[in-house]
């Protein structure tokens, strides 16, 4: 026959099935749908998946009636039985389409036996009558037997505060129980409850024998609880799957998002002190008289950093800069939180890597967006932070508005529209320029809003001055880690290029190095070897062959390169800011043959700036061969150590951090 689909209309698959038969433990029917290959067949209660069998058995009596071969039969067995002493419905569908048998839904009552809570009084001595694995308030689990009678399955009672809940057999098929010499080994069950077990009451779980014989681990307290454990988790889960309509979908979409605002709400307020603040107002306002040294304001300093991303100190410099300067301004006593503008969750070594520090990440769900934390948390940072210019451009408008009494600090990281004009003024590009020229503006209006600016580089703090003249700026640098002992040069031999070669300066420098300036070095000197590292090398770069380069990509340790190779090197032709490779090579003791782009804005040594090389191929290829024949270089090698020590270290930079505020 053609069986009805889930809305009760007709079908296009035809699907001939019969449900002959239902008691207590097996579901028996058949099901064929013109083929030999088995039908799949759902089995439900009470709308609840019992499980999914094939109609693959053989009967005689189908065969007789022409349906197939005959092997179209299921016989399913129920674990842990069906409920009794109630009337209760069972679904028989075909599993793909959702046909519905013949005969089915089927509603039947499985009579109830003689057994009673009364039962627990007779409990006997000394009768192994089973264990009781496991209580959950969805599944119940054990096995159960009457070793009088051990080629029996006996029947037990689920009791549920004193109240027979459920009526089983304990049939099912443990190999363990057979391997201890348990009867049969078919005394197992698994009970799934059809309803889930309150959470919010105590629940006292009993399972006996139908003989009142209490199982070992009987009773099992199940206590109320107050959290949204994964019961609760699962509740709500399985009733949301029930819900039958859109409209009520709707309902409970809005009741759930509601939900969120709360629990948003309640975390901003909680972090940013709203809630002393309030009870604080509450007895100002009683006793008539309110300390202006508790306002909510002046009890802590706050400080919120804004990025783009999470901080990653193997990506880029710009990573360890901002770790550096929030840092520092916890080590100024100011209470520090995190939220990156394009990732809403930040990674577990992330997290635990600023977390250990003491700083706050705000991340989704709760701070899914740095408005919701700007709005909801309204005047109760008193500093700033925005990191990048596409960060200030977002937000600055918003932490005036929100965040009225707050210091609003602007770190540059690098000036864009200088990087990328000297680009296209390198690489003949119109449309970069015209690019250029939009960042500019950007990055002025930007500036002149802000209280404060911070750059790196002594050179951009001279730009900014002209771009925004009223605007105070300070060259803040950050922490260069050094090794405390420092290895000998002098019988060492190669270069090293470190970059992050998603950013372009990078990359440029890098097929220069290998096209022009290593060949002309190889011409004198063809034992120099010159190595790339460094993260995000695209495959173009990474699969480059040439005699003498070596492309390592990221390494996870530096130190190992840094102590192999005699000297670095910064063949920029473009780019902007500090660059914070050339200074940890520097703080590892190797010196660095560096172009002026490269060198700008760091304010070498005289014995460090002749070093820096005109921008072309040959006076680079001849200061790395000059640097491998002078004999003295561990004297440069200490100079730019001293330097770094002197210059980029957590005092220098909390110092320069002090002079903002």
Same mark, same amino acid.
Not at 359 to 369: G, R, S, V, W, Y
């Given at each position: ?41 759902? *089995? ?240 100002? *306002? ?245 190595? *790339? ?70 304010? *070498? ?57």
């Amino acid at each position: 026959m053609n069986g009805k689909n889930l809305d009760g209309e007709e079908s296009l698959a035809v699907v001939r099935g019969f449900v002959d038969k239902i008691d207590k433990s097996t579901i028996v029917g058949w099901a064929y749908n013109g083929t030999d290959k088995p039908v799949a067949i759902r *089995l439900l209660c009470n709308g609840v998946v019992l499980g999914i069998i094939k109609a693959d058995l053989y009967r005689e009596d189908l065969e007789q009636s022409g349906i197939g071969d005959g092997c179209h039969g299921f016989c399913f067995n129920v674990v842990g039985g069906l409920p009794s002493g109630e009337l209760i419905q069972i679904e028989a569908r075909e599993a793909v389409s959702g046909v519905e048998l013949e005969g089915s839904p089927c509603q039947v009552e499985i009579p109830a036996g003689p057994r009673h809570v009364t039962a627990l009084a007779n409990l006997q001595e000394g009768k192994h009558a089973g264990i009781l694995d496991t209580v959950e308030r969805r599944c119940i689990a054990g096995w159960a037997w009457d070793e009088s009678h051990p080629e029996n399955s006996v029947g037990i009672q689920v009791i549920v505060n004193d109240c027979v809940l459920i009526n089983s057999i304990a049939n099912r098929f443990r190999e363990d129980l057979k391997e201890c010499g348990i009867g049969t080994g078919y005394h197992g069950f698994i009970i799934i409850l059809p309803e889930l077990l309150s959470p919010h009451i105590c629940n006292t779980v009993r399972v006996i024998r139908d003989d009142g014989a209490e199982l070992q681990g009987s009773p099992v307290i199940i206590e109320a609880v107050s959290i949204f454990d994964p019961d609760i988790l699962w509740f709500m889960q399985l009733a949301a799957k029930r819900v039958g309509n859109n409209e009520e979908r709707e309902r409970i979409s809005e009741i759930l998002l509601s939900t969120l605002d709360i629990l948003k709400t309640t975390a901003n307020e909680e972090i940013s002190g709203y809630d002393k603040h309030s009870i604080e107002r509450q007895k100002a *306002l009683t006793s008539g008289f309110e300390d202006p040294s508790r306002k909510i304001k002046n009890r802590y300093k706050r400080a919120l950093v804004i990025d783009s991303r999470f901080p990653n100190p193997s990506r880029d410099a710009g990573s360890n800069a901002i770790i550096s300067h929030i840092r520092a301004l916890s080590d100024m006593g100011y209470d520090v939180s995190f939220i990156a503008l394009n990732e809403t969750k930040a990674t577990k070594e992330q997290k635990n890597f600023l977390e250990k520090d003491g700083i706050q990440i705000l991340e989704a769900p709760l701070f899914d967006t740095v408005e919701v934390v700007l709005r909801n948390q309204r005047d109760s940072f008193s500093l700033i932070y925005l990191h990048r210019v596409e960060v200030a451009q977002a937000y600055i408008g918003l932490a005036r508005c929100f965040q009225s009494r707050a210091r609003i600090i602007f770190s540059v990281a690098d000036l864009s529209y200088l990087r990328l004009e000297r680009q296209a003024i390198e690489l003949d590009d119109m449309e970069l320029k015209s690019k250029a020229q939009r960042v500019r503006v950007l990055e002025r209006i930007c500036a002149i809003q802000a209280d404060a600016l911070i750059t790196h580089s002594t050179e951009e703090m001279r730009i900014l001055k002209e771009l925004a003249p009223r605007t105070p700026v300070f060259v803040v640098p950050w922490v260069i880690e050094t090794p405390p002992v420092i290895q000998r040069l002098q019988n060492r031999i190669g270069c090293l290029f470190v970059g992050h070669y998603a950013h372009q300066p990078n990359l440029d420098a890098a097929f220069w190095l290998i096209e022009e300036i290593m060949p002309l070095v190889h011409k004198q000197r063809p034992d120099i070897i010159c190595y *790339l590292v460094g993260s995000h090398m695209p495959e173009r770069l990474r699969n480059t062959t040439s005699p003498g380069i070596e492309i390592l990509g990221h390494v996870q340790d530096l130190n190992e390169v840094f102590s192999r190779v005699r000297i670095g090197v910064a063949p920029l032709r473009f780019g902007a800011g500090i660059k914070g490779k050339v200074l940890e090579m520097l703080g590892w003791g190797l010196p660095v043959v560096m172009t002026p782009v490269a060198a700008e804005g760091i304010p *070498l040594p005289v014995e460090l700036k002749e070093v820096v090389v005109e921008k072309d191929a040959d006076s680079i290829a001849n200061m790395i061969i000059s640097m491998h024949e002078d004999r003295d270089i561990d004297s440069i090698s200490r100079i730019g150590v001293s330097f770094i020590r002197e210059k980029y270290c957590i005092s220098s930079i909390i110092n320069s951090m002090k002079k903002i505020e």
